[in-house]
């Protein structure tokens, strides 16, 4: 669309097309919000690079309405095999699989190439109708205007950067990047075939101190995505052993790991995420989800185009971004971490500290927290909560007795077996739902769009935020922004 101006404009311009930028085009394409997002790349990534997704993305994924598919291409993590230098070999796992539950549905670390992500992602935006413009670098940024490779001037509301580890917007907005890339951390990774292996394990040869080579099968190929930590494309082959042999090579990479990240997320309306706000080594397979969440969060709020909402994007997910960093760094400093710990699943995250946590009563979830799944007969809580709105769980309160303005939330009475429904109620035939949510007494609770809670009250105490959640902030006296009761 071109102004008077000779401009083009949106209202969103997103930079980069990597799992962050395309998940963002995906939460503004399904809200009607309009955008463009441009890739320097003339086409999609073709890398396995980062290939775990954890249990907390796959439920974004779930509403983003994709994850079927993401689960028809992937596999869990495969039991590890260590090729002795004796000829021995050991096997064990890298983390437990742990069985589903009802609040957690998908508690395991998926394995697809991180390629495929992108591959999926894109077909989500496409049916959506959106489009990524590749071969589109941004080379120019004053305020909200961005110059392309193609001498385009795009004007609009807001700029996203999610261009990754060497991002152009970072470095135009001059936003610091402190920490350190650990030069010892060199690693060779390529997408290879091979004949001589078996792709029920991840195959390593260990060396002393750490790893050789590392072998791991991709599902849903034929590749294994090779790792070997200092050595160089040049030395590939002369990496394998005895009776395996290379018959293609696909992607490859010669990567230096880094733990750096901005101190602010947000500048005026430029808006950094994923790789380009933070990276991490690839221990502990955080990176690509954590960017994956960020443009979750910051979706939503960008559709409302309300400032002191967006300012929580910052205040939200910049502790969050640390605190992975912290995790992945650890974890490659010393190999020994429970590599099972819940965070790591990022399951536990939660806004409870944050600007929006609401009111809240005792209980195992409060206000910030994810909000869990739960069965209710034959449809799930995350079948309700799934799409771009918000839902009120009336937990045993009659609709005669629900707030009178929901307007656009979508409310879901919870009801025990036996007692009188109706359309809106979902029958908590095993009691799961109260369970989770502690809903031993009548109860609303207000799920924000990405599934964390906002508020939890009691029906005859209506201080939540129920209506169609216009998300009014206001500032307390310390400057940080918190939702108004209105
Ligand atoms: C060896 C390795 C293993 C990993 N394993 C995991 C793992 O198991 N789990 C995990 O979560 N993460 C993992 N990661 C990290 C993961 O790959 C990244 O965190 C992820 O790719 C970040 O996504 P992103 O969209 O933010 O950035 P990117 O994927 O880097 O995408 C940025 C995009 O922006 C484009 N771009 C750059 N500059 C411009 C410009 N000026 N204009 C327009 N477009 C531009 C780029 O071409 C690119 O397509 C791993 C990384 C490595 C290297």
């Not at 589109?136 to 205007?145: E, I, K, P």
């Not at 018959?247 to 733990?259: D, K, L, Q």
């Not at 739960?374 to 007795?401: I, K, M, N, W």
């Amino acid at each position: 669309m071109f102004s008077e101006s000779g401009f083009s404009e949106s209202s969103v311009s997103i930079v980069g097309a990597g799992p962050t930028g395309l998940t963002l085009a995906i939460e503004l394409q399904r809200r009607g919000v309009p955008h463009r997002i441009f890739e320097a790349s003339p086409g999609p990534f073709a890398g396995s690079r980062g290939k775990g997704l954890q249990p907390r993305t796959l439920e974004v994924l779930d509403d983003l309405g994709v994850l079927d598919r993401f689960l028809a291409h992937g596999c869990d993590y495969p039991a590890m095999l260590a090729h002795l230098p004796d000829g021995r070999t050991q096997e064990w796992r890298m983390g437990e699989l742990h069985p589903p539950t009802p609040e957690v549905p998908h508690p395991n670390t998926l394995m697809v190439p991180q390629w495929r992500t992108g591959q999926l992602l894109l077909e989500r935006l496409t049916e959506l109708g959106g489009r990524v413009e590749f071969g589109a670098a941004v080379t120019g940024l004053d305020n909200t205007t961005i110059t392309l490779s193609t001498g385009e001037q795009v004007h609009a509301d807001y700029v996203v950067g999610c261009d990754g580890g060497r991002s152009t917007i970072r470095k135009l907005l001059g936003a610091t990047f402190e920490g350190e890339t650990h030069d010892v951390e060199r690693m060779l990774i390529a997408d290879v075939r091979l004949e001589g292996l078996d792709r029920e394990h991840w195959h390593i040869w260990p060396a002393t101190p750490g790893l050789r080579l590392g072998l791991c099968p991709l599902p849903g190929t034929d590749d294994y995505q090779l790792t070997a930590p200092g050595a160089t494309l040049d030395e590939l082959e002369s990496l394998l052993p005895p009776g395996v042999e290379l018959t293609h090579v696909g992607w490859t990479s010669e990567y230096r790991a880094s733990s750096r990240m901005v101190s602010r997320f947000r500048h005026g309306d430029v808006f950094l995420a994923g790789d380009a706000a933070h990276v991490h080594p690839p221990t502990g397979g955080q990176g690509l989800n954590t960017g994956i969440q960020d443009a979750y969060n910051l979706g939503w709020k960008l559709a409302t185009g309300d400032s002191a909402l967006l300012d929580t994007y910052d205040a939200e997910r910049l502790p969050v971004a640390a605190a992975v960093l912290g995790i992945s760094t650890r974890l490659l400093r010393t190999p020994s971490v429970d590599r099972d710990d819940p965070a790591l699943r990022q399951l536990t995250l939660s806004y409870r500290d944050g600007p929006l946590a609401g009111p809240t009563l005792p209980g195992p979830v409060q206000s910030g927290d994810r909000a869990p799944d739960a069965p209710c007969g034959s449809l799930r809580l995350f079948d309700a909560f799934r799409g771009p709105h918000e839902t009120l769980l009336a937990f045993d309160v009659p609709d005669s007795a629900l707030p009178a303005d929901t307007r656009e939330l979508h409310v879901r009475r919870i009801v025990r077996p036996g007692a009188p429904s109706g359309p809106r109620a979902l029958v908590d035939l095993a009691g799961h739902a109260h369970r989770a949510y502690g809903a031993d007494d009548p109860a609303l609770i207000h799920i924000r769009p990405d599934g964390y809670v906002r508020s939890i009250t009691r029906p005859d105490l209506q201080t939540a935020h129920h209506g169609r959640a216009p998300w009014v902030m206001t500032r307390t006296a310390g400057g940080s922004a918190r939702p108004s009761a209105g």
